[in-house]
């Protein structure tokens, strides 16, 4: 029987560790997804790149923006 602990839990989305088997399990709804400890470290790590990498998209595309408006003010 596993041993659940609640690492995290937000509106529709919850992290529980099971210490019997040493797996994080992340609820996403009516989805789950288990692995192991590694793998949330391999993912943790994937998630915080792309979000950096989002939010200077998201910056560049803005200055851009404000760029073509200036421009055309001109």
Same mark, same amino acid.
């Given at each position: 029987?596993?041993?659940?602990?609640?690492?995290?839990?937000?509106?529709?989305?919850?992290?529980?560790?099971?210490?019997?088997?040493?797996? @994080?399990?992340?609820?996403?709804?009516?989805?789950?997804? &288990?692995?192991?400890? %590694? /793998?949330?470290?391999?993912?943790?790590?994937?998630?915080?790149?792309? @979000?950096?990498?989002?939010?200077?998209?998201?910056?560049? &595309?803005?200055?851009? %923006? /404000?760029?073509?408006?200036?421009?055309?003010?001109?």
């Amino acid at each position: 029987m596993c041993k659940k602990i609640l690492l995290s839990g937000q509106a529709g989305f919850r992290v529980h560790y099971c210490e019997t088997h040493g797996t @994080v399990e992340l609820e996403m709804g009516a989805m789950s997804l &288990r692995l192991d400890e %590694d /793998a949330l470290e391999i993912m943790s790590d994937s998630l915080s790149e792309s @979000v950096s990498k989002l939010h200077a998209l998201q910056a560049s &595309r803005g200055s851009f %923006d /404000a760029f073509m408006r200036q421009l055309k003010n001109v």
